[in-house]
Nanobody, 126 residues
Framework: VQLQASGGGLVQAGGSLRLSCAAS????????VGWFRQAPGKEREFVAF????????YYSDSVKGRFTTSRDNAKNTVFLQMNSLKPEDTAVYYC????????????????????WGQGTQVTVSS
């Protein structure tokens, strides 16, 4: 499966952005999807997870209550709605897919995911 993340940009603190992750090549409904981000000089960190049918959702403590992930399998797309953005949310955001057949439950680990999008830059100004 190929993933394409989009929707990033420059926004003021307190603003909102909606990221999209579009999949092509395989049936997207057989993949769990994670969102990660990487700020300059830092390791890639977990942001959010959505299971193949949307039945399981997990968020990092730093975004819980502000970010929401959802998916539309009919359109092969996963979304990350980001509200109340803070300067510390500035990073390149990546979506990643984990096939159901190999999913081990470690949704917060980058090693759980076999496929990655190219990333989209989110910059939050103070």
């Amino acid at each position: 499966v190929q993933l394409q993340a989009s929707g990033g940009g420059l926004v003021q603190a307190g603003g909102s952005l909606r990221l999209s992750c579009a999949a092509s090549g395989r049936t997207f409904s057989i993949y769990n999807v994670g969102w990660f981000r990487q700020a300059p000089g830092k390791e890639r960190e977990f942001v959010a997870f959505i299971s193949w049918n949307g039945g399981a959702l997990y968020y990092s403590d730093s975004v819980k209550g502000r970010f929401t992930t959802s998916r539309d399998n009919a359109k092969n797309t996963v979304f990350l709605q980001m509200n109340s953005l803070k300067p510390e949310d500035t990073a390149v955001y990546y979506c990643a897919a984990s096939p159901l057949r190999s999913y081990s439950g470690s949704y917060y680990r980058t090693t759980e995911y076999s496929y990655w999008g190219q990333g989209t830059q989110v910059t939050v100004s103070s």
